[in-house]
């Protein structure tokens, strides 16, 4: 007789063994678990900060010469506005970054005051401004029998295309260079490979260069394709110098191409140059002004956020491209973007090791 064949618990069977086996290999990747549950709560959280709810805000308008009639020279004080006094190429620039909303300049005539407004018409801040300003000049007894001329100021570059392309250009590098430096480097070293490059005659520093070099070239071209791309199909421009251009994307490129070189000198899993990686990136992803202004974010926070090297490479690009300035003009981003470039570097070649 046969013994009755012994009952499996439903624990047992291969399907809940299984499921159980993909849960428990899941939880031993740090990095998936952060991506699946951590990142979209530090996501909502950042995106919450910078669009948080705002009680309604002043207006920002520049004032040219006097118009607003003050014997102390200094800007008025009116509800509802933040007035500035600053020369008309001053005040154009601030209104091109979207930094004021509209321009009011006086202008003597004949010994008579005439005044003028400039607004930009892809703002509705900026239509807003004049309309108001209008009720505020005729509770003043401002002379304005006669409508005040409006320029309409198409300055180019305001379009949210105009903001975003610069951005995508920026964690194009960035991503170039981590990525296609620092995990290709790891994967050097997990397959033993850099065993025996440390056998040869060469210097670290020729293989480092090496690897960055040519992975700049394949970033290149990246950068060349979506560029072309943009401008065929949005009408994307480069209104500063092309020559500016390419030495902010050289700069840039061998900024995080270093940053990358010092995340896998010392790396030896694919997993640790991953978190290494997503850590080094994350924030700037977020706080760099890639889809929206880093402005949105606390005015405490922006020391911090300045001195990030996709911040600076992503505005030095915004100020090539939609405002047409030289790269004379961005001393600051520059350096900012020379120290990581050389801090990193230098680090990377004392910190390397071949296993």
Aim: proline share 6%; net charge positive.
């Amino acid at each position: 007789m046969n013994p009755a064949p012994l009952k499996k618990s439903w624990t047992s069977r291969p399907l809940p063994q299984m499921v159980y086996t993909r849960l428990i290999e899941f939880t031993r990747e740090p990095q998936a678990v952060f991506w699946v549950y951590f990142f979209p709560l530090l996501m909502a959280f950042s995106l919450g900060i910078a669009f948080r709810e705002k009680p309604t805000e002043d207006l920002l308008v520049c004032l040219v010469g006097n118009p607003l009639a003050n014997s102390t020279g200094k800007p008025p004080i009116a509800s509802g506005f933040v007035f500035s006094r600053e020369t008309i190429d001053v005040a154009i620039g601030l209104l091109r970054r979207g930094r004021v909303d509209a321009i009011l300049e006086s202008e003597g005539i004949n010994g008579e005051i005439k005044l003028k407004f400039h607004t930009d018409p892809t703002r509705p801040e900026s239509a807003l401004a004049k309309a108001k300003l209008e009720t505020h000049l005729a509770h003043m007894n401002q002379p304005t029998l006669e409508p005040i001329p409006e320029v309409f100021l198409n300055l180019g570059g305001l379009r949210y295309i105009d903001f975003l392309i610069p951005g995508l250009l920026g964690i194009n590098l960035m991503g170039g260079g981590l990525w296609g430096v620092g995990y290709a480097l790891v994967d050097l070293r997990v397959r033993k490979l850099l065993k025996r490059f440390a056998a040869t005659p060469m210097r670290v520093r020729d293989l480092l260069l090496s690897i960055a070099i040519s992975r700049f070239i394949f970033t290149a071209g990246q950068v060349i394709i979506l560029l072309g791309t943009s401008w065929l199909v949005f009408g994307v421009q480069i209104r500063g110098g092309f020559l500016d251009f390419c030495i902010i994307v050289i700069l840039g490129g061998f900024c995080f191409l270093s940053i990358g070189l010092l995340v896998a000198s010392r790396a030896t899993k694919y997993e640790t140059v991953n978190g290494i990686m997503n850590l080094v990136m994350l924030p700037m992803y977020v706080f760099s002004g890639v889809f929206f202004s880093a402005e949105r974010f606390p005015e405490m926070l922006a020391p911090v956020i300045r001195i990030l090297p996709l911040t600076a490479l992503n505005d030095s690009l915004r100020a090539i491209m939609n405002e047409g300035r030289s790269i004379t003009s961005l001393g600051f981003e520059v350096m900012v973007l020379g120290l990581w470039t050389a801090g990193t570097l230098a680090l990377a070649m004392r910190l390397f090791r071949w296993r």
